[in-house]
């Protein structure tokens, strides 16, 4: 990281903690919760249960707590909140963006912390982008497999609780602004430029080495000029490809998230643009906002692309279409739009937090005790406290290291 662009994370996160009391006590002025009559946020918030109904019978204890956090290597860190002020515990950092990653979601807990009173809650957030599998039976002394945060999953992981992911506060690796920024850029954006004059292509740009996308390389695009589909290699320095801006996808009427491993954090950003955004569903990964997606409503979902085909073909077919349903398409487009703007608004992904929190809190059957390993939150973001797996302290169950 330059040191210009050192400066700018340092004045952003003085920016929040002088926003925030000197003790991070939660404010008291937006203790109860926003009430959402007949709003489409509130099909948002419905994931809140879905995720925490395999504890709704057992609740959760300090050892379903304590499990994975003494037994995954995963960048992380363990949450606590007692008598009003937040904790941070035995954080861990892997490859080169996850303490961004971990900031970044730090910042918006930060940010909760000022608009509500939160409860005493002790829990495990993970960063990465692979959740773990069901542990039970497999850590000594802590046989339940316990609740963990993350920003995505698959349908099957019922033990991870969904939350906003890492973007939401800024995307710098992807030289993006955060998020609420975003929302006003994009459409700002894509108001300069009317349906009329966008581009009847189907756009991508992305990363070759990511994923399945490296099929592209046997297909000629020439063949296909309903296309415009650019990927390279982001380590090849010689690549003749360049990074394609987020308001230069405004152009197109027709926008392809491909994701690459597991989600995509785009997905969002593309459905600012007022294109037609076309998913392709990669193996079922999902984040908290999905359930709010519905073909031909306000997105076009297809299955996942995994083989030359399904570009040739499968594209072709879904762009044909739209081509021929242009007033269908400008529909989906303008409620992707309206999703993406006022759904995912600043208030609205807040309230969740703030559900999600005080849901899980109910579910508690234990007093939350501070971990010999915290730190409060403003010790943790103004100079982060790095653990290595091996060294957290695991009270209750024995530590075990699992391999991916």
């Not at 949450?79 to 954080?91: D, K, N, R």
């Not at 570009?311 to 081509?323: A, I, Q, Y």
């Amino acid at each position: 990281m330059s040191a210009a662009a050192a400066a700018l994370q340092c004045l952003a996160i003085a920016a929040f903690l002088l926003r925030a009391s000197c003790a991070l006590q939660f404010n008291t002025t937006g203790a109860n919760s926003v009430k959402f009559p007949n709003d489409p946020a509130e099909e948002l918030f419905s994931q809140i249960a879905t995720d925490l109904h395999r504890f709704t019978k057992t609740g959760i204890h300090l050892d379903m707590v304590e499990q994975p956090y003494c037994s995954e290597r995963e960048p992380s860190f363990r949450v606590q909140v007692l008598s009003g002020q937040v904790y941070i515990a035995g954080e861990v950092i892997d490859w080169h963006n996850t303490e961004s990653r971990n900031r970044n979601v730090k910042l918006q807990l930060l940010d909760v912390a000022q608009h509500y009173r939160l409860p005493d809650v002790d829990f495990l957030l993970l960063t990465g982008d692979w959740p773990p599998e069901d542990r039970s039976g497999q850590s000594t002394g802590c046989p339940l497999q316990g609740p963990v945060f993350m920003q995505t999953k698959k349908r099957r992981h019922d033990h991870v609780l969904l939350h906003p992911d890492h973007t939401f506060t800024d995307w710098n690796e992807a030289n993006t602004p955060g998020w609420y920024q975003q929302q006003y850029l994009l459409a700002e954006a894509a108001r300069a430029v009317p349906w009329g004059e966008k581009v009847g292509k189907l756009f991508f740009a992305g990363n070759i080495d990511t994923g399945n996308r490296h099929i592209m390389r046997d297909v000629d695009l020439t063949k296909y000029p309903e296309f415009d589909i650019r990927v390279w290699n982001w380590k090849d320095h010689n690549s003749p490809m360049k990074f394609v801006k987020l308001p230069e996808h405004v152009k197109y009427k027709y926008l392809l998230n491909w994701p690459g491993n597991t989600y995509s954090a785009r997905l969002k950003t593309l459905l600012l643009c007022n294109s037609t955004v076309v998913h392709s569903q990669i193996d079922g990964w999902v984040e908290f906002w999905y359930h709010t997606l519905e073909h031909g409503r306000n997105i076009v979902l297809t299955k996942g692309i995994e083989q030359t085909g399904d570009v040739t073909n499968k594209m072709h077919k879904v762009v044909k279409k739209l081509v021929q349903n242009e007033k269908t398409a400008m529909r989906i487009a303008a409620a992707g739009a309206e999703l993406a703007q006022n759904v995912l608004s600043v208030e609205n992904v807040r309230e969740y937090w703030y559900r999600l929190i005080v849901n899980y809190a109910k579910l508690q059957r234990f007093e939350v005790e501070r971990h010999p390993d915290s730190v409060s939150l403003g010790e943790s973001l103004t100079g982060p406290v790095i653990w290595r797996f091996e060294d957290r302290t695991c009270k209750i169950c024995s530590q075990t290291s699992f391999k991916r």
